[in-house]
Antibody, heavy 120, light 107 residues
């Protein structure tokens, strides 16, 4: 069973760049879409975007100008960078694996999540 | 963006009750809808994908139905471990969007 684990700083200063990594174990990073989703305190889930093994990316338009995702197959990990953060970016950030093999579309594996707080 | 509206936002139910949660899309999404369960402090867990397919390992008391704009998650007999928040997710068009969640609480 594939396992995902987020890592990165838990505290980021306003206007700086949030950087997170998701390490994939017990499974290959090939042939899937690797996703970031976040959840502000006490609120619902927001899809940030995903990167395919091929390197193709799709981002949520609400965050597109500030988001960059990358993937390192040699390390079996993928990353998220979110620039110019504000307090509104404070959230638990989840990485997840997206299955997209017609007709199956779903997020079937998730990391436990990492709390990121934006504060000076 | 496609808006996903869940109802109710919360409900109180007893063990053994039949529970139904509805998700309505602002436009047709065929059957590209999934349901996720989230417990406090945990990551969401996939229950159902493509409207009605049960994820491996998920109890058969969970079922999904619908198409187009209206979808339903049913728990046939609520168990103590089912008290959680449930989210629908449309996977039909970008940006992917979740419903606001339905919190199932103990009566």
């Amino acid at each position: 069973q594939v396992q995902l684990q987020e890592s990165g700083p838990g505290l980021v200063k306003p206007s700086e760049t949030l950087s997170l990594t998701c390490t994939v174990s017990d499974g290959s990073i090939s042939n899937y879409y690797w996703t970031w989703i976040r959840q502000p305190p006490g609120k619902g889930l927001e899809w940030i975007g995903y990167i395919h093994y091929s390197g193709n990316t799709i981002y949520n338009p609400s965050l597109r100008s500030r988001v960059t995702m990358s993937l390192d197959p040699s390390k079996n990990e993928f990353s998220l960078k979110l620039s110019s953060v504000t307090a509104a970016d404070t959230a638990v950030y989840f990485c997840a694996r997206r299955v997209a093999t017609k007709p199956i579309y779903c997020f079937d594996s998730w990391g436990p999540g990492i709390q990121v707080t934006v504060s000076s | 963006a496609i808006q996903m509206t869940q109802s109710p936002s919360s409900l109180s139910a007893s063990v053994g009750d039949r529970v139904t949660i509805t998700c309505r899309a602002s436009q047709g999404i065929k059957n590209d809808l999934g349901w996720y369960q989230q417990k406090p402090g945990k990551a969401p867990k996939l229950l159902i994908y493509t409207t009605s397919y049960l994820q491996s390992g998920v109890p058969s008391r969970f079922s999904g139905s619908g198409s187009g704009t209206d979808f339903t998650l049913t728990i046939s007999s609520l168990q103590p471990e089912d008290f959680a928040t449930y989210y629908c997710l449309q996977d039909y068009d970008y940006p992917l969007t979740f419903g606001q969640g339905t919190k199932v609480e103990i009566k």
